[in-house]
Antibody
Framework: QITLKESGPTLVKPTQTLTLTCTFS??????????VGWIRQPPGKALEWLAL???????RYSPSLRSRLTITKDTSKNQVVLTMANIDPVDTATYYC????????????????WGQGTLVIVSS | QTVVTQESSLTVSPGGTVTLTCASS?????????PAWFQQKPGQPPRPLIY???NKHSWTPARFSGSLLGGKAALTLSDVQPEDEAEYYC??????????FGGGTKVTVL
């Protein structure tokens, strides 16, 4: 059974760096094709894909946020960490991590298992 | 940067059928965009419904189906149930492992 859980601060001050951790179980990020992504959702607004890291350490970022994001993995701890620099009130959102969908020997560009999300509020 | 557009809201009667669409600013959506669809209810994370255009997850009810329609990705809800009232999001692969969500469609069952 695949599960993911996000953790991190609830309140962050503007200009600080946000660090979020995704702790997962039920799969290994050392398996070929595996990946974990981050997605966020401001209150009352749409989902926004942020970043994706693969088993081979290949990393992809949203073009609009690339300069501020860093995604890393710790395979031994079953964790993926997302950092976002120079945080701003518009970054207030629920942040989700999700498992990249792989089945039947193929992997797809979607997410089949999601964490419950963690709300991050950016305010001074 | 690619913009993905969905209807903002749709209303359907119980037992009826409704089709949601997902368009790309770069042109026609094809299977190479690997369209995926998610359902989200208030206070919950998104629930995956469809992947790679028309494939259902093991938990996806049979009344949900995905397709390509007129240059767009489409999600059709048949025999709509009250519990289908939710926000629906499409996700497109835009090349180079870049992903883009649509703005969401709020489906009201009335």
């Amino acid at each position: 059974q695949i599960t993911l859980k996000e953790s991190g601060p609830t309140l962050v001050k503007p200009t600080q760096t946000l660090t979020l951790t995704c702790t997962f179980s039920g799969f290994s990020l050392s398996n070929s094709g595996a990946g974990v992504g981050w997605i966020r959702q401001p209150p009352g607004k749409a989902l926004e894909w942020l970043a994706l890291i693969h088993w081979n350490d290949d990393k992809r970022y949203s073009p609009s946020l690339r300069s501020r994001l860093t995604i890393t993995k710790d395979t031994s701890k079953n964790q993926v960490v997302l950092t976002m620099a120079n945080i701003d009130p518009v970054d207030t959102a629920t942040y989700y991590c999700a498992h990249k969908h792989c089945s039947g020997g193929s992997c797809y560009y979607d997410f089949d298992y999601w964490g419950q999300g963690t709300l991050v509020i950016v305010s001074s | 940067q690619t913009v993905v557009t969905q209807e903002s809201s749709l209303t359907v009667s119980p037992g009826g059928t409704v089709t949601l669409t997902c368009a790309s600013s770069t042109g026609a959506v094809t299977s190479a965009f690997y369209p995926a669809w998610f359902q989200q209810k208030p206070g919950q994370p998104p629930r995956p419904l469809i992947y790679s255009t028309d494939n259902k997850h093991s938990w996806t009810p049979a009344r949900f189906s995905g397709s390509l329609l007129g240059g767009k990705a489409a999600l059709t809800l048949s025999d709509v149930q009250p519990e289908d009232e939710a926000e629906y999001y499409c996700l497109l692969y835009c090349g180079g492992a870049q992903l883009m969500f649509g703005g969401g469609t709020k489906v009201t069952v009335l």
